[in-house]
């Protein structure tokens, strides 16, 4: 969980701030995942911080929804033409990669539990957008 915040915070995902009148700040909650290795035994213990985005309305809180996605018959020519033209292919993951775009609407999010001060009014803006944001 401290990674996740470290890495969240590093991104400039939110700043924390009062909740302006007339606005309403979403929930998250933390979700668990124990990664394995091929063979079965625990890789690492995974804490994903994840946003209530379902109790946003169409119209209001978004106007339009969007996830960056490949196809594979594009991952399948690449990998064709890299073979043919006898090219060395690196793999590479980048951690959290749809989260680095900037928002453009105001989302508000109550603070992650047991992370930030949760004092009264005061509530993350997101920069950047979250698991589960619609």
Not at 42 to 52: D, H, N, Q, T
Not at 54 to 78: L, S
Not at 97 to 121: C, I, R, S, T, W
Request: proline fraction near 4%; charged fraction near 20%.
């Amino acid at each position: 969980m401290k990674s996740e915040i470290h890495s969240l915070e590093t991104n400039g995902t939110w700043i924390v701030t009062q909740l302006p009148l007339g606005k309403k700040a979403l929930g998250c909650k933390w979700v668990y995942k124990i990664k394995h290795k091929a063979y079965g035994s625990v890789e690492r213990f995974k804490a994903r911080l994840v946003i209530l985005g379902i109790h946003q309305k169409e119209g209001i809180d978004y106007i339009e929804t969007f996830a960056p996605i490949v196809k594979m018959i594009m991952v399948r020519t690449v990998l064709a033409v890299a073979a043919m033209r006898a090219w060395e292919l690196h793999h590479m993951d980048v951690h959290n990669a749809f989260l680095h775009k900037d928002l453009e609407e105001d989302v508000y999010m109550n603070p992650p539990p047991g992370f930030l001060p949760q004092q009264y009014g005061m509530v993350c803006k997101l920069n950047k957008s979250l698991y589960g944001l619609k």
